[in-house]
């Protein structure tokens, strides 16, 4: 069990830390009655009367709803590989810059905005530039991490076009890659001091058929402070694959497997997670609700460690069975700790 | 000899690409009359009337080599420590953030100023935030790579208090180490369009018996774009090679001993080669300002080190390959340092 356990750490790692250390009042910004900010006040707006992005935000890991069909088939055969893998090569896991992933748009980040440049400063300390001077996209940048990101206004509306990426990087966390000819649109919006919404589609024909779109939301975090979050442990060091823990040896008789089968509820971190637990083909498979803000992926197959012990593409699963031999919760268990999910059907 | 070699591969990257790709006339700013960026026309100012750091700088080489007599015993002998391993676990080359350490002061940043934060974001995809509103250290800020920065304007002079680094970095890339007391002080004066002066200041009581510090000339990079510099292979990779010593009879060590001298990277570069205790000695003069922290004996520039027989005319000292190169006659003509960018030939003074 230590591979998913060490998968978590990373994830853990990479997380929202739900608590920082500073509370520190910002002073010049509007507040409500009762002394908290206002996020309903008007949009900040700079020296050319459009919207000023500048501040601390946080925001969730955005839904991806990318259809399979959509990808070309070499794309979903390497998503298949990384699956087995347990995403152990995705770039934010080797301490590599994410790049474009859709993933990275969740988070502690800050941007500072001047009338020429906009910098966007990850908590994990990398960062990107898109310029605002009036230039248009080069021709043929430079594969880089980052991309090369041009903004102009459009109204109150910031549209962000961006080329010249590696394909080093991920488009999520799931395992999406992309080529180099991948071209990102980001359409900004401050609707008011407290919220930003973006809209990022990615067009990569070689990869995906159609382009695809998520969008982002984020809050501004007021009164306090961003804290690093740099990546120090690499995942060079995780150890197999799902291959090997399929191949583990333990066999549920399949009556047992059955009295799994079920809905259960319950409340990760602050986000309520619904996971139902299917039998297909004589296999277990955990489809998880509400868990793209925690974890990778929404169908795991579930290989038995133990009769009641399951693991599920590196997170520990197990049935609380009372004395008819009848599930009555799932466990998730986490580097954090376990989760307990109580059977509602 | 990989391992020597692989150091320098990160080397090479961390070397200020000679050139940049784009050749971008940027708009808006003072040129002269022949069409070049006016690198001595004033200073831009924000709204604030405070000169504005803004824009892509290349920070020249940084020399920041204390006193040992200034360090504490621990401080040098960990740098002597380090010195042995070839520096490998300087954080750069672990692909860590470099922290406050001197020499990346040096290469490729881009400053964003607005009226309450500053942001130093430099080409290995890292970034420090110094923020101007108004607020004070910290008084106890949880540990960090780039540290707690806070700044005030003093005329034209932007001092910036830095605390709260965590005790992982280096202040020199020859392995001088700091606690997590360290406090630094810097003096940023941006004189005209294209020069800024930054004054750093290290103060650490617990690791360097009185504060010291070093000057870096910034040159505004005008009509072109800062590029990614990725580190992507760690040093953990680097294999340090335990061959059985060959030995290399006295009298061929005799017949090397001189000076070879010659020109690397733009700089004259003079190899001083001397027997002591029946082993070869190698002394580089002219490459502090160079190598990335392989270059010379560590903390001491004068200090000679030993030079590794791996063949009868292949030596390795500082992480480098020296080959020997001899006539048809015995006579050693030249010496070559083996670099990962090429070798370099240094022809005998004497």
Same mark, same amino acid.
């Given at each position: 069990m230590?591979l998913f356990?060490a998968?978590?750490?990373l ?5 929202p ?5 500073l509370d520190?009042?910002?002073?010049d ?5 009762? %002394? ?6 008007p949009?900040? +707006?700079?020296s050319?009367g459009? *919207? &000023? /992005?500048?501040g601390?935000w946080?925001g ?6 990318l ?19 347990y995403w152990?090569?995705?770039?934010s ?5 994410s ?6 748009f969740?988070?502690?980040?800050r941007i500072?905005?001047?009338?020429t440049?906009?910098a ?5 300390l990398?960062?990107r530039v898109?310029?605002m ?8 940048p ?10 102009r206004?459009d109204?109150?509306t ?6 010249g ?6 488009l999520?966390?799931? %395992?999406q890659?992309?080529?180099?000819a991948?071209?990102v +649109?980001e359409?900004?919006r401050? *609707? &008011? /001091?407290g919220?930003l919404?973006v809209?990022?589609?990615f ?5 995906y058929v159609?382009?695809?779109?998520f ?7 007021a ?7 740099v990546?120090e442990?690499?995942?060079d ?31 990760y ?7 139902e637990?299917?039998l297909s083909g004589?296999?277990l498979?955990a ?7 925690v ?15 399951f693991e599920?593409l ?5 049935f609380?069975v ?7 919760a ?8 376990d ?7 | ?28 700013i ?11 026309a004033?200073?831009p ?11 892509v ?17 621990w ?6 420590k380090?010195?042995?391993e070839?520096f490998?676990?300087r954080p ?8 406050p350490?001197?020499?990346r ?6 400053v964003l100023q ?6 130093i974001?430099s080409?290995?995809?890292t970034s420090?935030v110094?923020?101007?509103?108004g ?11 780039m540290?707690?920065?806070?700044g005030?304007w003093?005329?034209d002079?932007l ?12 202040v ?10 360290l ?6 004066r ?5 020069h ?9 009581p617990?690791?360097f018996?009185?504060?010291?510090g ?6 505004l ?7 990614e510099?990725?580190c992507e292979?760690?040093s953990?990779?680097?294999t340090?090679?335990?061959?059985t010593?060959v030995?290399?009879p006295a009298d ?5 001993v001189?000076?070879y001298?010659?020109?690397?990277g733009?700089n004259?570069?003079t190899i001083d080669v ?12 002219g ?18 080190q030993?030079l ?6 292949l030596?390795?000292a500082?992480?480098l390959g ?7 006659k015995g006579v050693?003509t030249d ?5 990962i ?10």
């Amino acid at each position: 069990m230590r591979l998913f356990l060490a998968a978590l750490v990373l994830i853990a790692g990479t997380m929202p830390a739900s608590a920082q250390w500073l509370d520190r009042r910002w002073p010049d910004i509007p507040r409500n009655a009762d %002394g908290k900010p206002s996020f309903a006040a008007p949009t900040p +707006r700079g020296s050319g009367g459009k *919207p &000023d /992005l500048s501040g601390v935000w946080n925001g969730p890991v955005p839904e991806l709803l990318l259809d399979p069909a959509n990808a070309q088939p070499w794309m979903n055969e390497v998503v298949g590989q990384r699956v087995q893998e347990y995403w152990k090569k995705r770039p934010s896991y080797q301490c590599l810059p994410s790049g474009p992933e859709a993933d990275r748009f969740a988070g502690w980040k800050r941007i500072l905005q001047t009338p020429t440049a906009i910098a966007i400063l990850n908590d994990d300390l990398t960062y990107r530039v898109i310029f605002m001077d009036g230039r248009e996209l080069e021709a043929n940048p430079p594969p880089s991490w980052m991309g090369y990101s041009v903004g102009r206004w459009d109204g109150d509306t910031l549209i962000v076009d961006s080329f010249g990426y590696n394909d080093k990087t991920w488009l999520s966390r799931y %395992g999406q890659g992309h080529t180099e000819a991948l071209r990102v +649109r980001e359409q900004w919006r401050r *609707p &008011d /001091l407290g919220h930003l919404h973006v809209e990022v589609t990615f067009t990569d024909p070689a990869a995906y058929v159609k382009p695809w779109s998520f969008t982002a939301d984020m809050t501004l975090a007021a009164d306090t402070e961003m804290l690093e979050a740099v990546c120090e442990q690499t995942s060079d060091r995780w150890d197999g694959t799902a291959a090997d823990a399929a191949n583990s040896g333990v066999t549920v008789p399949p009556d047992v497997l059955a009295r799994y089968v079920g809905v259960y509820n319950g409340m990760y971190l602050t986000n309520k997670r619904t996971i139902e637990v299917l039998l297909s083909g004589g296999k277990l498979i955990a489809k998880i609700t509400g868990a793209a803000g925690v974890d990778g992926g929404e169908m795991r197959p579930l290989i038995p460690r133990s009769q009641t012990m399951f693991e599920g593409l590196g997170i520990g699963y197990r049935f609380i069975v009372n004395d008819k031999g009848d599930a009555t919760a799932l466990e998730e268990i986490h580097i954090s700790g376990d989760s307990r999910f109580a059977r509602q059907k | 000899m990989r391992s020597f070699l692989a150091a320098l591969v990160l080397i090479a990257v961390a070397t200020p690409a000679a050139a940049q790709w784009l050749d971008r006339k940027w708009p808006g700013i003072p040129r002269t009359a022949d069409g070049k960026p006016n690198l001595t026309a004033p200073a831009p100012r924000g709204p604030d009337g405070k000169p504005d750091l803004s824009g892509v700088w290349d920070g020249e080489n940084v020399v920041a080599r204390p006193n040992p007599s200034d360090l504490q015993p621990w401080v040098v002998d960990l740098a002597h420590k380090y010195q042995q391993e070839y520096f490998r676990t300087r954080p750069y080359y672990q692909c860590r953030p470099s922290g406050p350490e001197a020499e990346r002061y040096a290469g490729w940043k881009r400053v964003l100023q607005t009226p309450t934060t500053i942001a130093i974001i430099s080409d290995d995809l890292t970034s420090r935030v110094i923020h101007t509103d108004g607020r004070t250290l910290e008084k106890d800020p949880p540990p960090s790579y780039m540290g707690y920065s806070v700044g005030r304007w003093e005329g034209d002079t932007l001092i910036v208090d830095s605390e709260g680094f965590n005790d992982k970095t280096w202040v020199s890339r020859y392995g001088v180490s700091h606690t997590e007391a360290l406090h630094v002080t810097e003096r940023f004066r941006r004189a005209d369009f294209g020069h800024m002066q930054i004054d750093v200041t290290f103060t650490d009581p617990g690791a360097f018996v009185k504060p010291w510090g070093f000057k870096v000339n910034m040159l505004l990079k005008a009509d072109t774009e800062m590029l990614e510099a990725i580190c992507e292979y760690s040093s953990d990779n680097w294999t340090v090679t335990k061959d059985t010593p060959v030995s290399v009879p006295a009298d061929v060590l005799a017949r090397y001993v001189g000076v070879y001298s010659g020109i690397y990277g733009g700089n004259k570069r003079t190899i001083d080669v001397t027997l002591s205790g029946g082993q070869l000695m190698v002394k580089i003069v002219g490459a502090a300002d160079i190598e990335g922290g392989l270059g010379t004996a560590g903390l001491d520039p004068d200090a000679a080190q030993p030079l590794v027989p791996r063949s009868q005319t292949l030596f390795e000292a500082f992480g480098l390959g020296f080959e020997f190169i001899v006539n048809d006659k015995g006579v050693v003509t030249d010496l070559v340092e083996i670099h990962i960018s090429g070798p370099y030939k240094f022809p005998r003074q004497r």
